[in-house]
């Protein structure tokens, strides 16, 4: 398999990744062209819509530096991109002609661009700033402990309320009652009635909860804890077996936990501007859901 076909299969990927146009079959390089000074230095023209490097380059700013300068150092992808952007064009004067951009839907979706334009834009800004080489190996050295490959063996009882679940973790560490017959019979999981409560082996990217993961692997072999909170309930929890693993270098975990970083930063930040404000919530309104 030779570079320049590896190359061409990478860029046409990236060019699937540009949104331009809802694809028309296959955007065709079928307009007429026309001498260089005909243009001047815009790239096409559809109408009297003139198509030049700023729009190409705005067509491409959702790729890295990397990708839109692969893009355009290759003769077939500046073709392709233009093509899409002229399929685009016409499309827009058509939507123009119908006034399209004067009726309710185009109106309430500017209006949800602007938003998500807005929170994304605050968010990455803020991300940006924290999430420094330093800062990012710093938490790395902090949370170490989360990034390796243990192994445990969880059985777990779901109550609604904490004074349930005290009553029941008094039971569960009486050693008087079996701890999976318990789970049986009052878990609030459904899964309950056909597993017992019992998790199987799970590892520190099972998807559950974090705060039940951070206890579960935070405890011994034969652990009895309780009771969490998570957005479920109170778990009671017992360990089974635990497995330790290799601790993953930070190159190793270096997307996960920029993962991590990211969510638990941006979590704080919303939590920090909320303080902020006033916030109030209708629930019959919600409960309603009208």
Same mark, same amino acid.
């Given at each position: 398999?030779?570079?320049?076909?590896? %190359?061409?299969?990478?860029?046409? #990927?990236?060019? &699937?990744?540009?949104? /331009?146009?809802?694809?028309?079959?296959?955007?065709?390089?079928?307009?007429?062209?026309?001498?260089? %000074?005909?243009? #001047?230095?815009?790239?096409?023209?559809? #109408?009297?819509?003139? /198509?030049?490097?700023? @729009? *190409?380059?705005?067509?491409?700013?959702?790729?890295?530096?990397?990708?839109?300068?692969?893009?355009?150092? !290759?003769?077939?992808?500046?073709?392709?991109?233009?093509? $899409?952007? /002229?399929?685009? @064009? *016409?499309?827009?004067?058509e939507g123009e002609r119908r006034k399209l951009a004067e009726s309710q839907k185009f109106k309430d979706a500017l209006e949800n661009f602007r938003k998500?334009?807005?929170?994304?834009?605050?968010?990455?800004?803020?991300?940006?700033?924290?999430?420094?080489?330093?800062?990012?190996?710093?938490?790395?050295? =902090?949370?170490?402990? =989360?990034?390796?490959l243990d192994v445990a063996h969880p059985q777990h009882i779901l109550l609604q309320d904490e004074k349930t679940a005290l009553q029941m973790l008094e039971?569960?560490?009486?050693?008087?009652?079996?701890?999976?017959?318990?789970?049986?019979? +009052?878990? =609030?999981?459904?899964?309950?009635?056909? %597993? =017992?409560?019992?998790?199987?082996?799970? $590892?520190?990217?099972?998807?559950?909860?974090?705060?039940?993961?951070?206890?579960? +692997?935070?405890?011994?072999?034969?652990?009895?804890?309780?009771?969490?909170?998570?957005? +479920?309930?109170?778990?009671? *929890?017992?360990?089974?077996?635990?497995?330790?693993?290799?601790?993953?270098? +930070?190159?190793?975990?270096?997307?996960?936990?920029? $993962? !991590?970083?990211?969510?638990?930063?941006? &979590? &704080?930040?919303?939590?920090?501007?909320?303080?902020?404000?006033? /916030?109030? *919530? %209708?629930?019959?309104?919600? &409960?309603? #859901?009208?």
């Amino acid at each position: 398999m030779t570079n320049s076909f590896v %190359n061409s299969a990478k860029t046409s #990927g990236i060019l &699937a990744s540009v949104a /331009i146009v809802v694809a028309t079959p296959a955007a065709s390089w079928a307009a007429p062209t026309a001498p260089g %000074n005909a243009l #001047g230095d815009a790239w096409a023209r559809v #109408g009297t819509k003139r /198509i030049g490097s700023a @729009e *190409v380059k705005r067509a491409l700013s959702g790729l890295t530096d990397r990708q839109q300068s692969r893009v355009l150092s !290759d003769e077939a992808s500046r073709r392709q991109v233009l093509a $899409n952007l /002229i399929d685009q @064009e *016409v499309l827009v004067i058509e939507g123009e002609r119908r006034k399209l951009a004067e009726s309710q839907k185009f109106k309430d979706a500017l209006e949800n661009f602007r938003k998500q334009y807005l929170s994304t834009r605050v968010l990455e800004d803020y991300l940006e700033a924290e999430m420094t080489p330093a800062a990012t190996r710093a938490y790395y050295d =902090r949370h170490k402990y =989360r990034y390796n490959l243990d192994v445990a063996h969880p059985q777990h009882i779901l109550l609604q309320d904490e004074k349930t679940a005290l009553q029941m973790l008094e039971r569960a560490k009486s050693g008087k009652e079996d701890f999976q017959d318990l789970a049986e019979r +009052f878990s =609030r999981d459904p899964s309950a009635k056909n %597993n =017992r409560g019992d998790m199987g082996l799970i $590892n520190r990217d099972a998807p559950y909860v974090p705060e039940f993961k951070e206890a579960v +692997f935070a405890a011994a072999e034969g652990d009895i804890l309780g009771p969490l909170k998570t957005s +479920f309930g109170y778990h009671i *929890v017992r360990i089974v077996e635990k497995r330790p693993g290799k601790t993953l270098s +930070f190159e190793e975990s270096e997307l996960k936990l920029r $993962n !991590d970083m990211r969510q638990e930063l941006s &979590a &704080a930040y919303i939590a920090k501007l909320k303080r902020g404000l006033e /916030i109030l *919530v %209708n629930n019959p309104r919600v &409960a309603k #859901g009208d």
